[in-house]
């Protein structure tokens, strides 16, 4: 990320002030034009370069351990306790062929006594003999299994050390990194994150482009004004960005340190407020029956409560049907995307109308447009992405691509027309993971075109209403309680 701060001084003099999030691909902090870091750890021979080196060497003498002698030791243990095990599994099949000519000859019969009695005998002298044998090998194997487990502690102490040190200079780390508030207050991170659900601050924190830039207008003395933070370059690991697009700070790393520092400021929107707000107090209930109501929810309403006092279509529904009527969603919309969605009445209802979503038997259209030209970029008229997702775990709700680790997630899409540079698209999603039209129709390994107004994923500005443009279009199901085929579709308001 890139950032730009404006800022005032005494004089009343406006100054820009330039960022770059973490650090340069030479590991530094600085780069001329460009403000300093909030606290520079890295400094050649310093306290954090001469701990890092420390763990930098454990690691290396954990490997050489682990190699040698460990790798050595488990190998000579498995080595002997296999061949142990075939001793005792020879000698034990030995027994069972004795034990079963006994058996054969006691079969007969007319076996005399004194033949008998040395029956039992050899029984008896090859269950000691095996008992004897066990007791050998376990001697054997016994100063291997002493040494290996004296292996094994030294291996887990070694990995301790560096576990505690690891921690310690963390600790150390989020201490000594301190950041300024508009009032001239101090905290540090460690402070900072203790008042959040994280605890400890993630790896990273602090050094984004924002507290780089107050952090630097505060230390001048500067009044800041107006602050932005840019992607620059190809999206990574699977995030999905737009090059020169402008982002709210992240929310999981960023957010708690701006929460601290905008300390003083009159912030206008106020953080955590990036939220369209578009007709939501007029949904329109289009069927109900009393199983279940179909509504179409517009853009910029909640489909369940969530963190905070906005009113979500449950509460509305509620208010309007009552306690009695027992509503819950029976599957939930983006805050963004307008269209049909469906409550249930009733555990009952409920619970038939969440079958019928898990069987994916419920079938589900929406209209999209899209910020480009599918034709000049070569993608085909009609396909299927499939694309993996996982959630972004220090910026939630955001979703990435995760190839090796996300959930299936799979979307058919179909091309239906072009105008003035923009795709209008029907999507047909297969699985229901959170964005997954969003980050599918984005993803330069999907359609690589957001979906227009789309503030996470794409261009906001280029949406000229001021919403997202995703719409679900048409919704379909055969309900189990009655046997009916039920299709509903809503006008597409964009």
């Known amino acids: 990320m890139l950032g730009i701060l404006i800022a005032t001084d005494r004089n009343g003099i406006d100054h820009k002030l330039y960022a770059f999030s973490g650090q340069l691909g030479n590991g530094g902090f600085h780069y001329e034009g460009f403000v300093d870091t909030v606290f520079d750890y890295l400094?050649?021979?310093?306290?954090?370069?001469?701990?890092?080196?420390?763990?930098?060497?454990?690691?290396?003498?954990?490997?050489?351990?682990?190699?040698?002698?460990?790798?050595?030791?488990?190998?000579?243990?498995?080595?002997?306790k296999a061949k142990a095990d075939e001793e005792i599994s020879e000698y034990k099949e030995k027994c069972r062929q004795s034990k079963h000519v006994r058996d054969a000859k006691r079969s007969i019969g007319n076996i005399q006594e004194p033949e008998l009695a040395a029956m039992i005998r050899q029984s008896q002298y090859e269950k000691a003999e095996l008992h004897r044998l066990k007791r050998k090998i376990a001697k054997k194997l016994k100063p291997l299994a002493e040494q290996l487990k004296a292996a094994l502690s030294q291996l887990e102490a070694m990995r301790e050390k560096r576990r505690t040190d690891s921690e310690e200079l963390q600790n150390w780390l989020f201490t000594n990194f301190k950041v300024l508030n508009a009032k001239g207050e101090?905290?540090?991170?460690?402070?900072?994150?203790?008042?959040?659900?994280?605890?400890?601050?993630?790896?990273?924190?602090?050094?984004?482009?924002?507290?780089?830039?107050l952090q630097a207008a505060y230390l001048r003395g500067w009044q800041p004004k107006s602050i932005a933070e840019y992607w620059y370059g190809r999206p990574k690991g699977g995030e999905v960005r737009v090059h020169g697009m402008n982002y709210p700070a992240c929310r999981g790393k960023c957010l708690p340190v701006l929460n601290w520092m905008l300390q003083g400021l009159q912030v206008d929107p106020p953080?955590?407020?990036?939220?369209?707000?578009?007709?939501?107090?007029?949904?329109?209930?289009?069927?109900?029956?009393?199983?279940?109501?179909?509504?179409?929810?517009?853009?910029?309403?909640?489909?369940?409560?969530?963190?905070?006092?906005?009113?979500?279509?449950?509460?509305?529904?509620?208010e309007r049907y009552g306690e009695d009527r027992n509503v819950k969603m029976a599957h939930r919309l983006d805050q963004d995307t307008s269209g049909a969605i469906i409550a249930a009445f009733g555990d009952t209802s409920y619970k038939t109308m969440q079958a019928l979503f898990a069987r994916r038997e419920v079938q589900k259209t929406y209209i999209a447009d899209l910020d480009g030209d599918y034709r000049s970029q070569g993608i085909s008229p009609a396909g299927r992405i499939e694309l993996p997702l996982s959630p972004d775990r220090l910026d939630r709700p955001r979703q990435c691509v995760d190839i090796d680790n996300g959930k299936p997630a799979l979307t058919e899409y179909e091309f239906i027309s072009v105008d003035n540079g923009f795709s209008r698209v029907i999507f047909r999603p297969l699985?229901?993971?959170?964005?997954?039209?969003?980050?599918?129709?984005?993803?330069e390994m999907g359609l690589n075109m957001p979906i227009v107004g789309d503030r996470l994923y794409g261009r906001k500005a280029c949406g000229a209403d001021g919403r997202l443009h995703l719409h679900a279009f048409r919704i379909e199901f055969t309900f189990p309680l009655d046997g009916k085929l039920y299709v509903f579709e809503t006008p597409v308001p964009f």
């Not at 540090?188 to 507290?211: K, Y």
């Open 186 to 213: 101090t905290k540090n991170l460690s402070e900072i994150f203790a008042e959040t659900p994280m605890r400890i601050p993630p790896s990273g924190a602090g050094e984004c482009c924002a507290p780089k830039l």
């Open 431 to 443: 699985t229901g993971r959170t964005h997954q039209l969003r980050v599918h129709a984005a993803s």
């Open 43 to 80: 400094e050649p021979g310093g306290y954090f370069k001469q701990k890092e080196a420390d763990i930098s060497r454990q690691n290396r003498e954990i490997s050489r351990f682990e190699e040698e002698p460990l790798c050595v030791l488990r190998r000579e243990y498995e080595l002997s």
């Open 271 to 318: 953080l955590d407020s990036d939220r369209q707000h578009c007709n939501v107090y007029n949904p329109e209930i289009i069927y109900e029956n009393k199983w279940f109501c179909v509504i179409n929810k517009p853009s910029g309403m909640l489909s369940v409560p969530g963190k905070g006092t906005d009113i979500s279509l449950q509460h509305w529904l509620i």
